[in-house]
Every structure is written in C-alpha cells, then in structure tokens.
C-alpha cells in the first residue's frame, strides 16, 4: 500500500491540468490508487434520470479523484506550496514540518 504525504483537511494547490494554480481542501485520499478528491477541484457533470416519483432528475455535480502528485500542500503560516518535512520530537511525538518557514502543521 502507498503512503500519501497529503492528509484529509490539508489545503493543496493544483501544479498541473486544466485546473493549474486552484486551490482547494482535501475531502478524501485514496492511497491504493495514489489519488486525492479535492473540493471544487476537476469537477464533472452528471445526467441522472429520475428513478423514483419524488426524485428530480437533471444535471449534478461531482468531484473526480485526481493524482496525488498533481498536487502540492499550502502552508498556512507563509501561504506557499511546500512538501512536508517529517520530525519526530523527543518524546516520541511526530509532526509535519514547512519547508519554507519551518511551522508545524
């Protein structure tokens, strides 16, 4: 099984596709596929028909899973995509490091 250095909730900038330079919040990894479902990020239109009396039909939206390595965290201190740097204190507590400024995650 792959391991993602991208989390649930982190905040990732896209670096290449059609939705090059967006950012968006992390909704769900997928580490056995490599991919991550970002909010608002590579959406796509959906026809459904109604199946039921009371169920409208029509056009939806949804999110599509896009590659892990499309992707870059934000950091929230200094606002720039960084890749994590892994420290592990002490007392045996592990945190993610900016690259840049150094802040913990």
């Known amino acids: ?25 992390v909704l769900l990894t997928l580490p056995k596929d490599n991919k991550v479902l ?5 959406v796509a239109k959906k026809h459904r ?3 039921k009396r009371n ?3 029509g056009i939806t939206e949804k999110e599509c899973p896009i590659y892990a390595s499309k992707v870059m965290r934000v950091c929230q201190k200094c606002q720039k995509p960084t890749r994590a740097a892994h420290h592990i204190a002490e007392d045996g507590t592990k945190s993610r490091l900016c690259k840049q400024c150094g802040d913990t995650v």
């Open 1 to 25: 099984m792959n391991s993602l250095s991208i989390r649930k909730d982190d905040v990732v900038v896209v670096l290449s596709g059609k939705e090059k330079g967006r950012k968006g919040k």
């Open 38 to 42: 970002v909010e608002g990020i590579n």
């Open 49 to 51: 028909k109604p199946r």
């Open 55 to 57: 169920d409208p039909g």
